[in-house]
């Protein structure tokens, strides 16, 4: 079955250091996001990203997070300046259509980042 | 307006028994309900999903039931067994943004 990986599996970081958190979508989908769960809680939408620009984005997604598609397979979250609260696990997601058409993200692994 | 509400917390059922998780939504624009289940270590994976023209979508064990009017809909886990022991979460969505809900922890004794 088709995965979407996430690289690496754990990082850790100093605070005000910047972090490129990775990720391989499904070869076929076009539709790519980035959510994040802090240790405990829910999963939180940080940005959609469709056709080589953002589609939505949350109010977490701040000037601080970028993301990128730099070579038509990797799909990057950058946090510019870490913080503290910037220590969750963040999920990559890839979907081949639009979720209101009935079918879901498929999710990675995810990426802890810690910053110290 | 964007919330997704999820109760209960956590949630002990006995190997057999039904596992029931309730939640609730305020906008009536999303369109489109996915349940999602976790396991430590992993990301959430789809379980199963409902359109809100539909009161009831069952896949094997595992059936929504949802109330428009209400706005609420629910997981039955049925014949519950221990390998469903995980957080599973709620969602809601329209266009490309999915809302979770909290998560419900279950554990399912053997």
């Known amino acids: 079955e088709p995965e979407v990986t996430q690289t690496p599996s754990h990082q850790v970081t100093q605070m005000g250091q910047e972090v490129i958190l990775r990720c391989v979508p499904i070869?076929?989908?076009?539709?790519f996001y980035w959510y994040r769960q802090i240790l405990g809680q829910k999963v939180e939408f940080l940005v959609s990203?469709?056709?080589?620009?953002?589609?939505?984005k949350s109010e977490i997604f701040d000037d601080q997070f970028s993301v990128e598609r730099p070579d038509g397979s990797n799909f990057t979250l950058k946090i510019r300046s870490t913080k503290l609260e910037d220590s969750a696990m963040y999920f990559c997601?890839?979907?081949?259509?639009?979720?209101?058409?009935?079918?879901?993200?498929?999710f990675g692994s995810g990426t802890r980042l810690t910053v110290v | 307006q964007q919330q997704v509400k999820q109760s209960p917390q956590s949630l002990i059922v006995q190997k057999g028994g039904i596992s029931i998780i309730n939640c609730a939504y305020e906008?009536?624009?999303?369109?489109?309900f996915p349940w999602y289940q976790q396991f430590p270590g992993k990301g959430p994976a789809l379980l199963i999903a409902?359109?809100?023209?539909?009161s009831e979508k069952k896949e094997g064990r595992f059936t929504i039931s949802f109330n428009k009017s209400a706005k609420q809909f629910s997981l039955h886990i049925m014949d519950s067994q221990p390998g469903d022991s995980a957080t599973y979460f709620c969602?809601?969505?329209?266009?490309?943004?999915?809302?979770f809900g909290k998560g419900t922890r279950l554990h399912i004794l053997p």
């Open positions: 997601a890839s979907s081949e259509v639009r979720t209101s058409l009935g079918y879901g993200y498929t």
């Open positions: 070869s076929n989908h076009l539709y």
């Open positions: 990203f469709y056709n080589n620009e953002i589609s939505e």
């Open positions: 906008n009536t624009a999303f369109d489109y």
């Open positions: 409902i359109r809100p023209d539909v």
């Open positions: 969602a809601a969505s329209r266009d490309d943004k999915i809302i």
